[in-house]
Each structure stands twice: as C-alpha cells, then as structure tokens.
C-alpha cells in the first residue's frame, strides 16, 4: 500500500482481492528420456492438443507445488506441422526450483503448459544459406526449425554449429544425422569446449567454444559470411561472443537473430534468472 | 521480485511484452489502461518482457530508480483494484 505518489495522494491504497490466474494442469508428461547425465527430453501433451505454434518458440512448462505452480519456459523442439505433443530439452540443475522435480515426476503425471510464445522463429521464404548456432539445450529450437526447413521442396543450405562443455551433451545426434539423410543439405559441427576434461577423453570431433570456431566453420564450408542468415540460441555469453564474431566477418546486424536462455555467470543482479529458473 | 513495467510505458502500450511473457503475468484493459502491468506474483524474472520492450520501460523492481519507485506498487496494485492503479498511473505522469 501507498500513501502518496509523485506528490498526490492515492488514498488507502488497493482494495479488493488479487484476481489469479487460471494455472490449472492442463497436460501430461508422456515420456522422459535420459539424453546424458544432465540432460533430458520431455514430451508433454496438452490436452487441447498442441494447437498452433512456430518453430523457435518457448512454452512454460510447470509443475504444482504447494498451493502454487513453479514454471519456467523452454524452447519446443516438435515440428509444428507434425506435432501431437511438445518435445523440450531440459538440463537438471541441482537444487534448482523446478528441473529435479521434472526429473522425478513420473510418466503418466499432469503439468501446466502456458501458451506458445516468442518471436525467435524463421524468417519466411529466405532461401539464403542459414546458420544456426547453439550451446547447451539451446539446440531444441535449432531442431524445430530444422524439422521445419526439412520439409519444405527447396530447403535452404544449413550449418548447425552446435557446442558443448562435454561430448556427451552434445545430445540429439542421431536426429540430426537423419535430418541429413532425409534430404536436408545440412553440415552439422559439434565442438567440445573443454577437450582437456577427463569426461571428453576420446573426443575426435572440433574442439572450443562456439564463438570461436565460427570463422573456420563458415571457411572450411565456403560460406561467404555476407550471404547468409544467422541464428544464435544459448547461454548470453556465447550469443554476445558470436554476434560479436559475426559482426566482425560482415554478417549484417540485421540478418542475426538470438535467443538467450540464462544470465552469465557472475550477474549478481539476476541471480539464476533463466537458469532452472530457465529454459536451460 | 520481479519485473516491473515504469513510466516509459505510459500511453506507449506496445504489448510486445504481452507478445512475449511465456506466463502471461502481463496484461491490461484496452480501453482503460495507460500502461500494462506485471502481476509479481506471476513473474518468473525470466526476461523476455525487458528484453522486448522498444521503451525500455521495464526493469526488475530492485534496479528501479528512485522516480519510478512507486511503479512496483501500482503493478502490484492494478491486480487487486484497476480504479486505484489508473489513478496512481495519472498521478505518475501528471
């Protein structure tokens, strides 16, 4: 309650009752499939069905708790054009408010899913060559366009940079091996940020951050950085980076399109904001 | 905590907040409001409002500014009473 604002007076403040929204569970969980240790995919089914959505866009996916609902957005990875059900990459993080309960929950069980939102989706029509980058679980919107781009009669060339601290989370491999096989003119490139980590002993793929083997990606496949679009979906740091990269090369700043999934760490002043908190 | 939408937003209302709020804890009344309102009881903090806004008129509540201080109430205050919160609204850009 207020008493004066800006000088007036706002006499006793608000009355009434807080009107509440209507977060009732609306889907269920149908499957969970472990990806690597940290990552998962769900798929949840609205019981409305999935209604229309477009490649790239977020859902709030939440589960009760008390007389409350804890939700966060991820990305869908379903093909609209396909889809009876959501397919999200969840990442667990530990002691986080919501993905150990996701973790738990068990097949079978009902959740809240919000409305499709976003506006990070493809631009209609383009035929340039496209690039995708993302770190992380930031590949699930990379997969929804992809689905998408696949079934048009003339896809565009695509590269999907995808990276990772650890191979074993670079997830989804074989999906997009089959995108490839299906007719997509995909090249797709994993790297490995941290290569010296025991866990990616046996890594023969590229190694280092995203941002920084875009340059030799886009030369090795004889992609003129001015002729192409960009997508970037991932943590703020390596959206920042490979903006700032793509900048550098002749990308126009208009043909660059991000998603940020959670704040950097050592952003003290959004602590853990979209970070299980997040679509991470 | 959470987001809150301040001054800037007063008889701007571009609703790309509304667009992209994957809770829709962001609403107003068309035909009344100078400004939308975030419920704080619905925001997750995850962003996407302060990121869409052309006005840069949202912010978390803790990083207001001193003049827009009040703003957490009046959002706060328009889920509970719309009259009381236009009224603030209308003192705010007096």
């Not at chain 1, 309650?1 to 009355?15: F, K, L, W």
């Not at chain 1, 499957?31 to 019981?47: H, K, N, Q, W």
């Not at chain 1, 989706?121 to 590949?139: I, K, M, S, Y």
Request: glycine share 10%; net charge negative.
């Amino acid at each position: 309650m207020i008493a004066e604002i800006a000088g007036r007076s706002i006499a006793g403040g608000p009355r009434g009752v807080r009107r509440a929204p209507d977060l009732a569970d609306n889907a269920v969980l149908v499957a969970r499939e472990l990806l690597s240790p940290t990552v998962a995919r769900l798929v949840v089914r609205p019981d409305a069905g999935v209604g229309a959505f477009v490649a790239g866009q977020y859902l709030a996916l939440g589960v009760r708790v008390d007389d409350g609902v804890v939700q966060r957005p991820y990305s869908t990875a379903s093909d609209p054009a396909a889809a009876d059900a959501h397919e999200f990459l969840v990442r667990r993080v530990p002691g986080g408010a919501l993905t150990p309960r996701l973790w738990a929950l068990p097949v079978g069980a009902r959740v809240r899913l919000g409305p499709p939102k976003g506006a990070f989706t493809l631009v209609a029509g383009d035929q340039r060559p496209h690039l995708f980058v993302a770190t992380g679980t930031g590949l699930a919107p990379f997969l929804a366009m992809l689905r998408t781009l696949a079934r048009r009669p003339n896809p565009p060339r695509t590269i999907l940079l995808h990276g990772a601290a650890s191979a074993e989370d670079l997830v989804c491999r074989d999906e997009i091996a089959a995108l490839a096989v299906g007719g997509l003119p995909l090249t797709y490139v994993p790297t490995v940020s941290r290569p010296d980590d025991p866990a990616n002993r046996g890594w023969r793929g590229r190694t280092g951050r995203a941002e920084t083997v875009l340059a030799s990606v886009l030369r090795s496949d004889d992609l003129p950085p001015v002729a192409l679009v960009a997508y970037l979906c991932g943590n703020p740091g390596m959206v920042a980076a490979a903006e700032n990269a793509l900048l550098i090369l002749g990308v126009a700043p208009g043909d660059i399109h991000a998603e940020r999934y959670w704040t950097a760490p050592g952003d003290t002043s959004a602590p853990g904001r979209m970070l299980d908190t997040g679509r991470a | 905590m959470a987001f809150v939408i301040a001054a800037p937003c007063i008889d701007h209302l571009d609703q790309a907040c509304i667009a992209v709020c994957p809770v829709d804890c962001i609403s107003h009344d068309p035909a009344a409001d100078r400004k939308a309102y975030i419920d704080p009881e619905g925001c997750i903090e995850c962003g996407a409002c302060e990121s869409a806004c052309p006005q840069g008129a949202i912010m978390l509540d803790r990083r207001l500014p001193p003049a827009w201080a009040a703003f957490a109430e009046i959002d706060r205050g328009w889920w509970i009473d719309p009259e009381w919160a236009r009224d603030a609204v209308d003192a705010q850009a007096a």
